[in-house]
């Protein structure tokens, strides 16, 4: 049987493959075990970075980012993954709500 460290990698892993690079600050929230389906239920948390990139002006600092309003930024993710406890193998990706 999987256990729970296996479980979480294995959640990690398929989120960074199937979402890609863009993943920032991805990072464990939730991990629960349903006895009666046998598996793992790993919720993962991450963001995407900025909506729009900020404006640069030619040959300003470096300081754009200064500048980023709130509705620039994008607020966290969460997705549930389940993960099946025998087997390793992520059964399903679900929005988190």
Known sequence: MVDVK???KAASSYAQDLLGPKLEQLALEEVRFDE???KWLVTL???RGLAKPPK???GALDLDFLNLQ???LVGREYKVFDVDARTGKVLSMKIWK
Do not use: I, L, N, Y
């Open 6 to 8: 296996e479980a979480v």
């Open 36 to 38: 009666r389906k046998r």
């Open 45 to 47: 948390g991450f963001s």
């Open 56 to 58: 640069r002006t030619k």
């Open 70 to 72: 709130p509705k620039d």
